[in-house]
């Protein structure tokens, strides 16, 4: 299942990329980061966390699994985490509600993009 996703004006992004290159792909892996920098505030001090809100940080393997990187496409960079129950946390299973920690960023740092540069946000 595919996870939130920021998508970005591609005509912004080649644009970008004519007038000073390489810049555009710069401009993206800073919004992947900018989206780890916000999962990293993002951490609940409840354990366990409420239901609905941000998870809980027990052992911080998942806080500190989360990392952005260069996509197979170009112009795409991923934040994602290394744990398996990632997936579990932010969409719930069915012995738990959902502890959402990538969709909140991933809508903070769409908010934080100019709406000219913003083609989308999946959720």
């Not at 401009?27 to 951490?43: E, F, N, Q, R, Y």
């Amino acid at each position: 299942m595919p996870g939130p996703q920021v998508i970005l004006n591609m005509n912004k992004l080649l644009e970008l990329e004519r007038e000073a290159p390489g810049r555009a792909d710069e401009a993206v892996g800073k919004v992947a980061k900018l989206c780890t920098d916000i999962i990293g505030l993002s951490w609940s001090d409840q354990q366990p966390s409420p239901p609905g809100g941000p998870p809980g940080v027990d052992t911080s393997a998942l806080k500190n699994s989360v990392v952005y990187e260069p996509g197979n496409e170009p112009l795409t960079w991923i934040v994602h985490d290394g744990v398996e129950y990632g997936v579990h946390l932010e969409y719930g299973t069915e012995h738990m509600a959902a502890r959402p920690w990538l969709l909140p960023a991933v809508e903070q740092t769409a908010a934080m993009i100019p709406p000219e540069w913003l083609q989308e946000v999946v959720r």
